[in-house]
Nanobody
Framework: QVQLVESGGGLVQPGGSLRLSCVAS????????MGWYRQAPGNQRELVAT???????TYPDSVKGRFTISRDNAKNTVYLQMNSLKPEDTGVYYC?????????WGQGTQVTVSS
C-alpha cells in the first residue's frame, strides 16, 4: 500500500520561507516524476512543482523563481523549498506522482501566509 506523508507546513508572514517534505512508501520511488500540489479554499487542486526522475524541476509562472523542488531518492523523499511567500500561496499542500494517482493522496500539510 502506497503512503505519502507530507510535513513542514505552518503559519508564516508574507515574505517568509518554509520547506515542505514528503516521504513516500512506494517501490522504485526514483523512477517516478513527483509533484507538489496545492489546494486553496474554494479552488481546485493545482500542480505547483514537478521533478523528473532525473531531478529536473518545472514550475508554473505563479511560483517560478520562488519555489524549488528537489528529491532524495535514497530517502524516498521529495522537498519543496518555498521562499518569498505570498498570501495567495495559502492552502493545503500535497505530494503525489505526476500525473497523480487517486489512491496516493495523503493528508497534506497546511501552509498559511498571513501577517
Amino acid at each position: 500500500q502506497v503512503q505519502l506523508v507530507e510535513s513542514g507546513g505552518g503559519l508564516v508572514q508574507p515574505g517568509g520561507s518554509l520547506r515542505l517534505s514528503c516521504v513516500a512508501s512506494v517501490n522504485n520511488f526514483s523512477i517516478y516524476p513527483m509533484g507538489w500540489y496545492r489546494q486553496a479554499p474554494g479552488n481546485q487542486r493545482e500542480l505547483v512543482a514537478t521533478i523528473t526522475s532525473g531531478g529536473l524541476g518545472t514550475y508554473p509562472d505563479s511560483v517560478k523563481g520562488r519555489f524549488t523542488i528537489s528529491r532524495d531518492n535514497a530517502k524516498n523523499t521529495v522537498y519543496l523549498q518555498m521562499n518569498s511567500l505570498k498570501p495567495e500561496d495559502t492552502g493545503v499542500y500535497y505530494c503525489n506522482v505526476v500525473p497523480p494517482r487517486m489512491g496516493y493522496w495523503g493528508q497534506g500539510t497546511q501552509v498559511t501566509v498571513s501577517s
